[in-house]
Structures are given as structure tokens and as C-alpha cells.
């Protein structure tokens, strides 16, 4: 029961992002992490199973195009770019020409919070990789765009950050003990705070990265 109600949060959700959305942006940018939920086109370009870059993914979305999303239609971080006014984060590894400052999507499908979650379909961007990739375009490409630090850092601060990542430490990772042997090595607790811990100093290690961080305008 509790499953059906939190599916019937989530479409409602969904239903008010797709119903209001703001002509001026409610915030400069969206940067969007995580798996198969969130990946907009990542996967399209990485060594792996996990693609959607067919039919009939897409067959609801723009036209009826198979991006790379593993959906018929949006994404959820695509609703809530449309509810801040914002256009769709583009993925980060299929990025042609000039960055985009209304944000960009990391996330890709079949990996998780363990760097080994989901290796067994082929390579995939597991949260750690993804946020190495933000730091990235932080220290490198972003501050390009930007005339002084304090502007950059006002952009940043204001910027929207969302994550979906995890179920795929289960699907791609302790449900299959003929791959893995964490589901013999843990009991579903100790997993469960396996996650949560690596995924708090993934955190942790980013945020003092940003913390120490000197924002030089190139």
C-alpha cells in the first residue's frame, strides 16, 4: 500500500510541474545526477547494455525521438526544468559546442552510488564519476562564462541540484549474487548503511573540494 501511495505522490508531482511552469527562470541552472531516471543521453556514448537510444523510448517525446532517455517521454528532471522555467539539462558527454549555463546532466543509467554497481552491463558513470565531472566543468569550463568571481559564485549559489541514485546497488548489484557477493558478505541493513555512508563521504569530499575551491575567471 505504502508503494501506491508514494507512486500516486509522484504522479500528482508531476502532474503540478507539468501544469505550472514559470516564464522567468525561478533559478539560473539545473545540474542533474543520477541513474537510468534521470539520464538524458549519457549512456548513448559509453560502452554498455544500458542504451534507450531506440524505439519505443522517446515515442512520446518531442516528436516522437529516442534521446537516451529510458522513458516514453520526460524525465522527471525534465518536468522540473519546465517548473523553474529552464530548458532541458543536456547530457554531459554528448555536449557539442559551447557550454550550456542553464545547467547539465550527468546521470546515467545502470550505475549507482558503488563504483562496481552495474559494471557487468558495461561501463557506466557511477555518482562519484559524475560529480568528478561537475567539479570539472567548475574549475575549467564554467568560469570562462563569467566576468568576476563573485558572479560566478552568485550563479552557483542560486543553481538547482538534483539526484536520483541508489536503486541500482540493489537491481544491478545485490540482487544478483551470481555477480556480485555483496548480498552474501551483508544483510540488507548493513547494505543499506553500506550506501548511505559511501554516498556521505561522496558528499562530504565534494563539498570541501568546493569549500577549498579558488574560482579563477579565465
Same mark, same amino acid.
Given at each position: 500500500?505504502? %508503494?501506491f ?5 509522484i504522479i ?7 501544469? *505550472? ?5 525561478l ?11 534521470f539520464?538524458s543521453?549519457? =549512456?548513448?556514448?559509453l560502452?554498455?547494455?544500458a %542504451?534507450?537510444? @531506440?524505439k519505443?523510448y522517446?515515442? =512520446? ?7 537516451g532517455?529510458?522513458? $516514453?517521454?520526460?524525465t522527471?528532471a525534465? @518536468?522540473?526544468?519546465? @517548473?523553474?522555467?529552464?530548458?532541458f539539462?543536456?547530457? !554531459?558527454?554528448?555536449?557539442?559546442? &559551447?557550454? %550550456?549555463?542553464?545547467g547539465? $546532466?550527468y ?5 549507482g552510488?558503488l563504483? !562496481?554497481?552495474?559494471?557487468? #552491463?558495461? %561501463?557506466c558513470l557511477?555518482?562519484s564519476? /559524475?560529480v ?5 566543468? *567548475? ?14 559564485? &552568485? !550563479?552557483l549559489s542560486?543553481s #538547482?541540484f538534483?539526484v536520483?541514485t541508489? =536503486? $541500482?546497488d ?6 544478483q549474487p $551470481? ?10 541493513d548493513s547494505?543499506?548503511k553500506?550506501l #548511505?555512508d559511501?554516498l556521505?563521504? /561522496?558528499l562530504?569530499? &565534494?563539498? &570541501?573540494?568546493?569549500y ?5 575567471i579565465?
Open positions: 500500500m505504502e %508503494k501511495k508514494f507512486l500516486a505522490m500528482v508531482l508531476l502532474m503540478y510541474f507539468e501544469s *505550472v511552469k514559470s516564464e522567468i527562470p533559478a539560473p541552472a539545473l545540474y542533474v545526477f543520477g541513474d537510468s531516471i539520464d543521453g549519457n =549512456n548513448n556514448v560502452p554498455t547494455l %542504451k534507450a537510444d @531506440f519505443p522517446g515515442s =512520446n517525446f518531442d516528436g516522437g525521438r529516442a534521446t532517455r529510458f522513458t $516514453n517521454g520526460k522527471v525534465d @518536468f522540473i526544468a519546465e @517548473f523553474l522555467g529552464l530548458p539539462s543536456p547530457p !554531459y558527454l554528448s555536449l557539442r559546442g &559551447s557550454l %550550456k549555463l542553464t547539465l $546532466n546521470a546515467s543509467g545502470s550505475c552510488i563504483p !562496481y554497481t552495474g559494471n557487468f #552491463i558495461g %561501463k557511477h555518482f564519476e /559524475q568528478d565531472l561537475f567539479q570539472r566543468t *567548475v574549475e575549467r569550463e564554467l568560469p570562462r562564462k563569467f566576468d568576476d568571481p563573485e558572479e560566478f559564485s &552568485s !550563479y542560486r #538547482i538534483v536520483s541508489g =536503486n $541500482n540493489y537491481v544491478n548489484n545485490y540482487l $551470481n555477480i556480485y557477493g555483496t548480498s552474501k558478505r551483508y544483510t540488507p547494505f543499506a553500506l #548511505i559511501t556521505s563521504q /561522496q562530504q569530499a &565534494s563539498l &570541501s573540494h568546493f577549498d575551491l579558488k574560482i579563477d579565465l
